[in-house]
């Protein structure tokens, strides 16, 4: 008999607020904030307008012990705020390095959170890797903001494709050792 490892996520207290693994019940608060433009066009993934069945298939994926990013649920229940303020994942690359990727739903633009959240797994590094990378839209200083402010170092600029913009854009990206 052969047994599969089954690779679980670990819940990250980051004060105000958990990053814990997605659960099937979010599926609804996805839909809600990846369905909102202004969401899908800062991502290079979601996107616009947001299919039916998209929600229930993004969190399959994340469920799966065969998955390519661990996903978290930005969840502020303990502060009385939302169950999935946003979400936060590392996808795993080679040579112990992974890429941080976050959006945070706009009710809660400027207030601290998205960088709250990168720090917090910052400092929990539950992949225990010794890099990790990120990549914004160069239309998106707020986003670039939220990664100098926890460490990360500027790169330079490349583009990548965003699914809701049907169009290559240009990135920075920044790099942050462990």
Aim: with cysteine; aromatic share 8%.
């Amino acid at each position: 008999m052969m047994l599969n490892q089954i690779t679980t996520q670990e819940v990250i207290n980051a004060g105000r607020f958990d990053l814990r693994p997605l659960r099937r019940s979010d599926m609804g608060l996805i839909e809600l904030y990846a369905s909102d433009k202004r969401v899908a066009r800062m991502t290079t993934s979601i996107p616009h307008p947001y299919p039916p069945g998209a929600a229930e298939a993004f969190v399959a994926r994340a469920l799966d012990p065969e998955r390519e990013a661990d996903i978290w649920a930005i969840d502020g229940t303990k502060s009385d705020e939302g169950e999935l303020l946003g979400l936060i994942n590392l996808k795993k690359m080679d040579r112990n390095q992974s890429e941080v990727g976050f959006w945070v739903a706009p009710l809660y633009w400027n207030t601290g959170m998205a960088s709250e959240a990168v720090q917090a797994l910052i400092a929990a590094n539950p992949l225990g890797n010794d890099a990790m990378f990120a990549s914004v839209f160069q239309d998106n200083p707020a986003s670039a903001r939220v990664l100098t402010h926890c460490g990360f170092a500027y790169l330079g600029d490349a583009e990548t494709y965003s699914v809701a913009r049907d169009a290559t854009v240009p990135t920075w990206t920044y790099s942050r050792k462990l």
